[in-house]
């Protein structure tokens, strides 16, 4: 079985199943309109440019303001419920479902139903007693397809069962099928889908969807952009045993804690740890806040491109055709882009923790927007500890609408102050003239 991606560290199950919950009655609950919505991943909106309105706002804040800015597709609002929310739903989860692998899951579920039904909301209850209620029936709903399992076929392979309502042998074409609430699981791994059918001779697994898998594999074997599990889920899935490549087709979408990527295609290659999105690929990146920053003000940065290949040995990622990344109040555009990661929380050779963009490369003609200054260059580097700009290549150039233009061999900017380092050839000088509205 190919796994999905990343990993449940031990550290988070122990931290999650020590803590004593209840499991309360929600007599108020609206409905169970986003109940079928359960097998449907957040779609990605696409990045707005007004983030005023929603900002990162602090765990002081009023949730209503939270579900009335995920209802109009702010991502920066979903990660801070998300956040804000994820410890509490562990704790209560835990108690409902008997499989610990199953409680990030049942979150993962959770927070796709909000996001689908944010708009559905009513103000008859409160956020937490909605967002409580939709837990509690989700893993209701995971233990009766527990339940059901437990008295239809099962079929057992070296680390690998599998599970259905029915199952059918074909001994000339050596395929198994499965079908009805199918489910396959080893030892780091599990996929559901309505229809699986696995090639004995190939080694081949089929999916037919809605195809939804959630990964627990280990350190050496799964991606980690994140320390929590992943999930993907798309139309279609298409993997193989023995080579250990899995493609999610149709919809795809891989989602793991607050980090979401979408795209219409997405390649895993396991032994090499490698991602490879296709297709009106757009990803949504939480960020660690800057030191001294101010609680709940944490960046998101939203990409968006054709392509993106994901190295997890090398925590990089390149991506090709109308690249486009932004956050609060930062874009850069070009044809070419390269991202780097650095890991918190972890050794920085790919195991664990979790992954913070760190700096980004744009080669091809770049444009650089931040604040009311807008550069151009043959190319962009962009440090993110520093929050520094340097423009380099072709003529780098640095407009402000009120100021002027500013231009010279290499151009160094950055976001924190109206300071700009210029480079003419001859030395350096350093100006003051530019102003950045905030």
Known sequence: MVRSVDNAGEDLRSSLYEHHVYAPTYPDLQGSAEESRLNKSPVLRKPTNDFTSVGCQSPGDDDRDLIASIARGHCEAFHELYVKYHRRLARFIVRISWRKEDVEEIINDTFMIVWQSAGEYRHASQVSTWIFGIAYRTALRSLRRQRRHTSNVRLEEADRNAEAQQAV???????????????????GSETHAPKLTFFQSTGDIEAEGPVRSTDFGSKSTSLQMRSVPANLSADHMRANSKTGRAVYTGHARLWQGASVLEAETIELLRPSRTLNATGNVRAVFPQAPQPGATPGSAPVWHVSSGLLTYWDTENR??????VFVQSADQKMRAPQLELFFTRTGADKQGSGGTSQISRAVGTGGV???????RGTAERGLYTAAEEKYVLTGGTPTLFDPVEGTTT????TFYRADDTIVVDSGNGLRTLTKHRVQR
């Open 408 to 411: 010279g061999r290499e151009l």
């Open 317 to 322: 990622a390149h991506l090709e055709k109308d």
């Open 367 to 373: 444009v650089v927007e931040q604040g009311d200054r």
């Open 169 to 187: 042998f074909a001994r000339a074409a050596q395929t198994t099928v499965l079908t009805g609430q199918a489910m396959v699981r080893d030892a």
